[in-house]
């Protein structure tokens, strides 16, 4: 599907504009994921302005992303500017480092996808990537592994550490998930990371919001008799 022009985005209804918002967001980051995944790619995030389009490719290896002398970032552009059919000069890509690898699930899911291609054990491999996460300053860690692991018959091996909410309005917030599908020679594994953030008043590495169920207790005033 060819991208909407902006005459024609203020003809259409704002669901169709949710819609095509929405499939070039998923195409937009299928092609980053599969372009960028050995250089830590971690997510894109789309701003629009009045007649421009800023991408901002989010990664743990920026300097990868970016190139020699900003080469790659600009192939990039061009791709998706031909592809979407955006005007020349409309769209402009940046590159944002991600201050914390240990907290981003899709660098983890992405490492761990390397472990198991390069034939580390699976219990090795995935209690490697729950401490890690841990030694970040995650609040807790869940790696779900499925397939043909060992045997010819499928199962799923789930290792968990720390503490992890699963329902209510706070997962949006604090819970960042990431799969990938890992092509080995017996069969297709899948691999699920979930990483519950810390919560931080700054809002760099985790909700600024804390949780609803945490109670704080202030100290009693003294009043003087």
Not at 111 to 121: E, P, Q
């Amino acid at each position: 599907q060819s991208r909407l022009s902006p005459s024609t985005m203020a003809q259409i209804s704002k669901r169709r504009k949710a819609v095509c918002d929405g499939v070039f967001y998923a195409e937009l980051n299928e092609l980053l994921n599969r372009e960028l995944a050995e250089n830590g790619y971690a997510g894109v995030e789309v701003r629009k302005a009045a007649s421009k389009v800023e991408i901002v490719i989010r990664a743990t290896r920026t300097q990868d992303v970016l190139g020699d002398k900003g080469r790659r970032i600009r192939e990039l552009q061009t791709v998706i500017q031909k592809r979407f059919r955006f005007e020349e000069g409309t769209v402009t890509l940046f590159a944002e480092r991600i201050a914390v690898r240990g907290l981003c699930a899709q660098a983890q899911a992405e490492s761990l996808k390397y472990k198991l291609l390069g034939g580390l054990a699976v219990r090795r491999a995935c209690y490697g990537v729950l401490r890690y996460v841990m030694e970040s300053g995650a609040k807790g860690c869940e790696v779900i592994v499925s397939g043909k692991l060992r045997a010819q018959r499928a199962k799923a091996m789930k290792f968990r550490e720390g503490y992890m909410i699963k329902s209510g309005d706070a997962v949006n917030d604090y819970i960042e998930h990431a799969v990938r599908h890992v092509l080995m020679r017996q069969g297709v594994l899948g691999v699920k990371v979930s990483i519950m953030l810390p919560q931080d008043p700054t809002g760099k590495n985790g909700p600024k919001k804390p949780l609803a169920d945490v109670v704080k207790v202030l100290e009693q005033k003294r009043v003087a008799a």
